[in-house]
């Protein structure tokens, strides 16, 4: 009867050890897969090269956007422009073109600037 008595609480004691461990275990990978989505992954990186060559592409075979005068860079879908433009109308036409482009979440043109004496 004793031995029965402690075989019990042998399984009752490791079933609690086991609940216990399984909320530790949970918040170790939550923690883990937060610190990993910091960081870019290959395919996402492939995916940014790949939005910025197209973007640079669509430039060059747009009329009214000088590629040459605007650099594109992309971090997580994210487009940013930068460079000189000739006009408001060539900044807000590079915007467009850049929206367009599958997988472009948002683009920032903050680092466009207008070449000096045009509008």
Do not use: C, Y
Request: glycine share 6%.
């Amino acid at each position: 009867m004793r031995t029965h008595l402690i075989r019990k609480n042998l399984v009752a004691m490791g079933l609690i050890a086991a609940f216990a461990a399984a909320p530790l275990a949970q918040a170790a990978a939550q923690e883990s897969m937060s610190k990993d989505s910091t960081n870019q992954t290959v395919p996402d990186k492939a995916a940014d090269a790949w939005i910025t060559a197209k973007v640079k592409s669509e430039f060059a075979t747009t009329k009214g956007v000088d590629a040459t005068d605007i650099s594109v860079s992309t971090n997580d879908g994210v487009v940013t422009l930068s460079g000189h433009v000739g006009s408001a109308a060539e900044k807000t036409k590079a915007e467009q073109v850049a929206r367009a482009v599958k997988g472009v979440k948002s683009v920032d043109t903050s680092g466009l600037t207008l070449s000096a004496g045009d509008d």
